[in-house]
């Protein structure tokens, strides 16, 4: 999360590259097989941040433009409230 992108904007988090490509949802249930499918959807549907943004061209580590993909941008705000929630610097609101 720490890279930075050329269409990153001031205040702005580059998060990951994402697709729309629906992909399935994985998870261990109990009482049923160890791996179960429970869904299916796109990295960009699972990105749960309230924030995110999608850019145009998505890069590799090397800079090369991947081909299918976007990046993903969040508010560095958005970030800072989840962290200080999660280390219980401010309360949670009910």
Same mark, same amino acid.
């Given at each position: ?9 001031? %205040?702005?988090? &580059?998060?990951?590259?994402?697709? $729309? #490509?629906?992909?399935? #949802?994985?998870?261990?249930?109990? @009482?049923? +097989? ?5 869904? &299916? +959807?796109?990295? /960009?549907?699972?990105? @749960? /941040?309230?924030?995110?943004?999608? %850019?145009?061209? *998505? !890069? $590799? *580590? =090397? =800079? ?5 993909? &976007?990046?993903? &941008? ?12 999660? !280390? %219980? #610097? ?5």
């Amino acid at each position: 999360m720490s890279k930075t992108h050329p269409e990153q904007r001031l %205040g702005e988090i &580059f998060l990951m590259n994402a697709s $729309d #490509v629906s992909v399935p #949802v994985i998870m261990r249930m109990k @009482g049923l +097989c160890p791996l179960t499918i429970i869904s &299916f +959807c796109s990295s /960009w549907e699972a990105i @749960g /941040w309230e924030t995110k943004r999608r %850019g145009k061209i *998505a !890069y $590799d *580590a =090397n =800079n090369i433009p991947i081909a299918g993909m &976007f990046p993903v &941008f969040i508010r560095a705000k958005e970030l800072l409230i989840h962290e200080l929630l999660i !280390y %219980g #610097v401010i309360p949670e609101e009910s």
